[in-house]
T-cell receptor
Framework: GDSVTQMEGPVTLSEEAFLTINCTYT??????LFWYVQYPGEGLQLLLKATKADDKGSNKGFEATYRKETTSFHLEKGSVQVSDSAVYFC?????????????FGAGTRLAVHP | EAGVVQSPRYKIIEKKQPVAFWCNPISGHNTLYWYRQNLGQGPELLIRYENEEAVDDSQLPKDRFSAERLKGVDSTLKIQPAELGDSAVYLC??????????????FGPGTRLTVL
C-alpha cells in the first residue's frame, strides 16, 4: 500500500550545520508530497509542499525536491538554528475515494544545540 | 484568524473509563478530520467529516470509538471504555475542500490521552 519512510531520529546538530532528513515514498498514482513540522506543544504545520515531479518546495530556508525516479523528497537546510528544533514529518497525499488522503511518515526529531 | 481549537490538552484516565475530546475547526472549513498519533509515529486518520456527514470512518474502531459533528461545525470524539492501548495524541484537523486539488489541512495542538 501507499506509505512514507523517513530516517529515524533523533538528529542532533550544532547551530549553523547542514541538515538533511531523508524521505522516500511508495504510492500508486501521482502523489503530492509534503513536509510538516511540529514544534513542542503545538500542532502540525505545513512547512513546504511539491505537487509534481521535479518541483522544489521551499520555506523558511528549508527545501525539498520531488524526485520521481528515486521516489524521494529529502528535506534540506543549509544552516540550522536552535529554533528549528522540532519533529519533522514527511507526508504524501493521494486523491482516493473522493478526497485527498494524507499519509504520514513516523517523524524525525531534530535537536539543534548552540 | 483563530486556528483549530482542541480541548482538553491533556487527559489521564483509568482503563475502562469513558473519555471525550472536543474540536472546533477553523471557521468556514467544511471538512474535519480526527487522527490518532501513537508515540514515535505519524498521525493516522480515524474519521473524516464533510460538513456533518462522516464520509470515511473505515479506520475508526467502532466497538469503542464514536464521533459526531453537530451542525457541521464542532466535533466530539468519544472512547468508551478506554483501553491501555488507546494512550496516544488525538489530533483534529480541518480544511476547505474545493475539489480534487490539494487543500491544506490545518491541525490543532492535539489532546494527549494517558490510560492507566
Amino acid at each position: 500500500g501507499d506509505s512514507v519512510t523517513q530516517m529515524e531520529g533523533p538528529v542532533t546538530l550544532s547551530e549553523e550545520a547542514f541538515l538533511t532528513i531523508n524521505c522516500t515514498y511508495t504510492a500508486t498514482g501521482y502523489p503530492s508530497l509534503f513536509w510538516y513540522v511540529q514544534y513542542p506543544g503545538e500542532g502540525l504545520q505545513l512547512l513546504l509542499k511539491a505537487t509534481k515531479a521535479d518541483d522544489k518546495g521551499s520555506n523558511k530556508g528549508f527545501e525539498a525536491t520531488y524526485r520521481k525516479e528515486t521516489t524521494s523528497f529529502h528535506l534540506e537546510k543549509g544552516s540550522v538554528q536552535v529554533s528549528d528544533s522540532a519533529v519533522y514529518f514527511c507526508a504524501l497525499s493521494l486523491f482516493s475515494g473522493g478526497y485527498n488522503k494524507l499519509i504520514f511518515g513516523a517523524g524525525t526529531r531534530l535537536a539543534v544545540h548552540p | 484568524e483563530a486556528g483549530v481549537v482542541q480541548s482538553p490538552r491533556y487527559k489521564i484516565i483509568e482503563k475502562k473509563q469513558p473519555v471525550a475530546f472536543w474540536c472546533n475547526p477553523i471557521s468556514g472549513h467544511n471538512t474535519l478530520y480526527w487522527y490518532r498519533q501513537n508515540l514515535g509515529q505519524g498521525p493516522e486518520l480515524l474519521i473524516r467529516y464533510e460538513n456533518e456527514e462522516a464520509v470515511d470512518d473505515s479506520q475508526l474502531p467502532k466497538d469503542r470509538f464514536s464521533a459526531e459533528r453537530l451542525k457541521g461545525v464542532d466535533s466530539t470524539l468519544k472512547i468508551q471504555p478506554a483501553e491501555l492501548g488507546d494512550s496516544a495524541v488525538y489530533l483534529c484537523a480541518s480544511s476547505l475542500e474545493q475539489g480534487e486539488g490539494y487543500n491544506e489541512q490545518f491541525f490543532g495542538p492535539g489532546t494527549r490521552l494517558t490510560v492507566l
